[in-house]
């Protein structure tokens, strides 16, 4: 079965302190992996999306890579406004690219 | 920007009830999806459509749901009678291109469905 594991699921930070949450999946397939952030009671906002193998994306304080087995989100000194669910998806690669979600990391950074 | 955008943001209906949720998918995207959040739960996938056709649907969504394109800019998820256990976020999605690269999917804010 095609999973998706973020850890840790809960996070806490002080300002300023870096830090990487991490994202590991057994899909076959895979077509794309994508991160959201989530804030409470609102719909994923769409960050990043990686496809293959090494690459990298940038964002302000957050950086994305991808291996063949999982991948990072790394924040570079965050701010208390970093502050929410991040989500870490997979296109496993169905006919019109569903994806399948982790249960996310909750990042509260604190002042 | 474009966003995708969701009516109502809380529904309150009754169980055995029926309900239709609204959504407009950002203008130029042909690809449309529902997703569910359960409280405290992962997003689930529920159903992806194109052109006037449901494309895939997950176990979830039984004969209970529907989805449609009743015009241009509109698509909706109606859950015929309302269970206790329908009580969860619903999210609409839509994207450019799919079953490709750079298919990123973007995210209505939600619709917080409550059956009493």
């Known amino acids: 079965e095609d999973q998706v594991t973020q850890s840790p699921e809960a996070l806490r930070l002080q300002e300023g302190e870096s830090s990487s949450l991490n994202c590991s999946y057994t899909?076959?397939?895979?077509?794309?992996l994508f991160w959201y952030r989530q804030d409470p009671g609102k719909g994923p906002e769409f960050l990043f999306t990686?496809?293959?193998a090494g690459e990298e994306k940038e964002k302000e304080r957050l950086k994305a890579t991808l291996t063949k087995k999982e991948s990072f989100l790394h924040i570079t000194a965050p701010k208390p406004e970093d502050s929410a669910t991040y989500l870490c998806?997979?296109?496993?690669?169905?006919?019109?690219?569903?994806?399948?979600f982790g249960k996310g990391t909750k990042l509260s950074v604190k002042p | 920007e474009p966003e995708v955008t969701q009516t109502p943001s809380h529904q309150v209906t009754q169980m055995g009830q029926e309900v239709i949720l609204r959504c407009v998918p950002i203008?130029?995207?042909?690809?449309f999806y529902w997703y569910r959040q359960i409280l405290g739960q992962k997003v689930e996938f529920l159903v992806s459509?194109?052109?006037?056709?449901?494309?895939?649907k997950s176990e979830i969504f039984d004969d209970q749901f529907s989805v449609e394109r009743p015009d241009g800019s509109n698509f909706t998820l109606k859950i015929r009678s309302t269970k206790l256990e329908d009580s969860a976020m619903y999210f609409c999605?839509?994207?450019?291109?799919?079953?490709?690269?750079?298919?990123?999917?973007?995210f209505g804010p939600g619709t917080r469905l409550t059956v009493l």
């Open positions: 999605a839509s994207s450019e291109r799919a079953g490709v690269t750079y298919n990123e999917q973007f």
């Open positions: 203008s130029n995207h042909l690809y």
């Open positions: 998806a997979v296109d496993y690669g169905g006919s019109q690219g569903n994806l399948i």
């Open positions: 459509f194109y052109n006037n056709e449901i494309s895939e």
């Open positions: 899909v076959s397939g895979l077509r794309g």
């Open positions: 990686l496809y293959s």
